[in-house]
């Protein structure tokens, strides 16, 4: 392994989200998000979001293991139903700030930067009630009004901002966003993608806030960048990829770093029958407001192949289908080990963002897990960061400028598909989906590994 491309002031982190490790749901004024709501829809079958692995109660513990670890950066979320319980409050609650000053206290005092996501999937669930959530306009107000409370109570102290978790997956798994999945899908979609434009509209305005008051800070989006490869060297396999992967994951990029809806994306709305609703003044709101560092969630690669008989005049989604690799290793969910496509996918944002700061807010490999004598082996999350860190250090090495590295998850956390069952932590927490026991942290194989690579590098 060579990572000497990768800078002394690399910022070696792991990641987590407020509803998938603080439980204490409805602890000192709370309120419900949908997290919590959709979570608790399978409270019989799976763990949900009252306690998960508790970290509200135990984040001193937690830091002390991110210290001893050697992490320089943690990327979290702040709950937004902690600041406003129900959204919509003029002031906000003092007990939710409190703990969240508490704890970006304590990480900077261990010398660990906080990465801070406002929003990741925890819309308060008193604005779905008042008014539909995302899909009313009123929703950009509320999240600016929020996002002003973080910036007023935190900038000083926080130099790295994440806006909006993964908004291309709130639209598909759109019950995320309380629209219902039941709905018939021009409608289900039509919603949502209503929903994905006053996003990008608060997103914007939060930007332009931060940017005028701290311009050296960074701001940007986290978004989930699935790197789309054609199945084969046809060009309609070809085009189909770039379709899809502009569609879902460069879409989102585009209009936070440049500002502008672009015209590809208006086509598929156009081609899915979708329009949307806006007004005069909105493309300045977008064009004022842009990201200066962008987060990126990566995962795996997705394999496309173009159908047959099919016209440029369907949307993309009907025009192609995903194929596994026979030659590539899956998870239990299927999602797929291929490190160099995050080689590839780097050296594309390069292509098309130039050297605007790239933190990798996302990347990870899920296991069953048990305990064995206190010992987690988890060979193939060592294998697997082994490898991604690796062909991180080839796209710096290219130019490509990634300046901070926060595997999912620093420890292990409520999955958001699939309970306590699917596992991507450092740390394992001893507890099941139904048996909370002590929930005891036991420091995997891959937590010594990593520890040992920062240690190297640091010293290198
Ligand atoms: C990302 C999310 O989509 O994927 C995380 O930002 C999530 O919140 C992660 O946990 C893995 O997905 P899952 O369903 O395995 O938890």
Not at 20 to 37: H, P, R
Not at 137 to 144: E, M, Y
Request: charged fraction near 25%; glycine fraction near 6%; proline fraction near 3%.
């Amino acid at each position: 392994m060579d990572i000497t491309a990768i800078p002394k002031n690399f910022l070696w982190g792991a990641s987590t989200s407020a509803f998938q490790v603080e439980g204490a749901y409805q602890e000192n004024g709370k309120g419900l998000s949908i997290a919590d709501i959709r979570s608790f829809k399978k409270s019989s079958k799976q763990l949900d979001t009252k306690v998960t692995v508790d970290h509200y109660h135990n984040w001193e513990e937690d830091i002390q293991l991110m210290k001893e670890l050697g992490l320089t950066s943690y990327r979290f979320s702040i709950s937004w139903p902690r600041i406003f319980p129900m959204g919509d409050e003029q002031e906000p609650n003092a007990d939710g700030l409190a703990f969240y000053h508490q704890l970006i206290d304590h990480l900077l005092a261990n010398g660990i930067e906080p990465i801070v996501t406002m929003y990741h999937f925890d819309q308060p669930m008193g604005l779905i009630e008042k008014y539909g959530g995302w899909v009313d306009r009123q929703s950009i107000a509320d999240f600016v009004k929020y996002a002003k409370c973080l910036l007023d109570e935190f900038g000083d102290k926080v130099t790295h901002w994440l806006t909006i978790n993964e908004q291309a997956v709130l639209v598909v798994a759109s019950d995320m966003l309380g629209i219902s999945l039941d709905l018939p899908e021009k409608e289900r979609f039509q919603l949502a993608y209503q929903a994905n434009y006053h996003m990008w509209l608060a997103q914007a305005q939060v930007y332009k806030l931060y940017r005028d008051q701290y311009p050296n800070g960074l701001i940007g989006p986290a978004i989930s960048y699935i790197t789309t490869l054609p199945a084969s060297r046809k060009s309609a396999d070809m085009v189909v990829a770039k379709q899809l992967e502009d569609f879902y994951s460069f879409a989102q990029m585009d209009v936070a770093l440049k500002g502008k809806i672009p015209q590809y994306f208006q086509n598929e709305l156009i081609k899915m029958g979708i329009s949307i609703v806006t007004e005069s003044g909105d493309a300045t709101i977008l064009s004022q407001g842009k990201a200066n560092v962008l987060g990126v969630n990566w995962y795996c690669t997705t394999i496309v192949e173009a159908l047959p008989n099919q016209t440029q005049q369907m949307p993309i989604l009907k025009r192609m289908k995903r194929i596994e690799d026979p030659d590539l290793v899956y998870t239990d969910w299927g999602w797929n080990f291929d490190s160099q496509g995050i080689h590839y996918g780097l050296r594309q944002l390069m292509d098309r963002y130039a050297e605007t700061p790239i933190i990798i807010t996302e990347c990870g490999w899920s296991e069953k897990e048990k305990l064995e004598d206190g010992e987690i082996h988890d060979k193939m999350r060592i294998a697997y960061l082994e490898e991604h860190i690796q062909q991180i250090a080839y796209a710096v090495e290219d130019g490509v400028n990634v300046i901070s590295f926060n595997p999912w998850s620093f420890i292990d956390l409520l999955s958001v598909g699939d309970g306590m069952e699917k596992r991507y932590g450092l740390v394992y927490v001893d507890r099941t989906d139904f048996d909370e026991k002590e929930l005891k942290r036991y420091k995997k194989d891959s937590y010594y590994y990593y520890q040992n690579l920062i240690a190297n590098h640091q010293q290198s």
